[in-house]
Nanobody
Framework: EVQLVESGGGLVQTGGSLRLSCTAS????????LGWFYQRPGMEREGVAS????????YYTDSVEGRFTISVDTAQNTLYLQMNNLQPADTGVYYC?????????????????????????WGKGALVTVSS
């Protein structure tokens, strides 16, 4: 059974840091495009950061560039999102997603259009709350 399980969410003050983890079972990351997506109340899910496990290429949406870092540990089959200098606008539920590189051949592709065209595997989400 394929599963993605996120952890590491929580409550943090403005300017603080959190690290999210997403551990996969039932498949390996080797040929997958991976991403972190967040959803604010009443809003659609959107891409935050994404990467290709095979080459480590990355994509970040403008609002998190320079503050968030996505990384993958293929040996542990775990995807990470280091979030620094968190702001109240970062509050939301963060989901990890994975899809074959046959569907999304670049990190940018899954980050920008993944939620529009569908992503094969999703985690259940981790809540991040940034207080002002």
């Amino acid at each position: 059974e394929v599963q993605l399980v996120e952890s590491g969410g929580g409550l943090v003050q403005t300017g603080g840091s959190l690290r999210l983890s997403c551990t996969a079972s039932g498949f390996t990351f080797d040929d997958y495009a991976l991403g972190w997506f967040y959803q604010r109340p009443g809003m659609e899910r959107e891409g935050v950061a994404s990467t290709l496990a095979a080459d480590g290429s990355t994509y970040y949406t403008d609002s998190v560039e320079g503050r968030f870092t996505i990384s993958v540990d293929t040996a542990q089959n775990t995807l990470y999102l280091q979030m620094n200098n968190l702001q109240p606008a970062d509050t939301g539920v963060y989901y990890c997603g994975a899809d074959s590189t046959h569907h999304y051949g670049t990190a940018r592709a899954i980050g920008i259009i993944g939620t529009r065209y569908g992503i094969d595997y999703w985690g259940k989400g981790a809540l991040v709350t940034v207080s002002s």
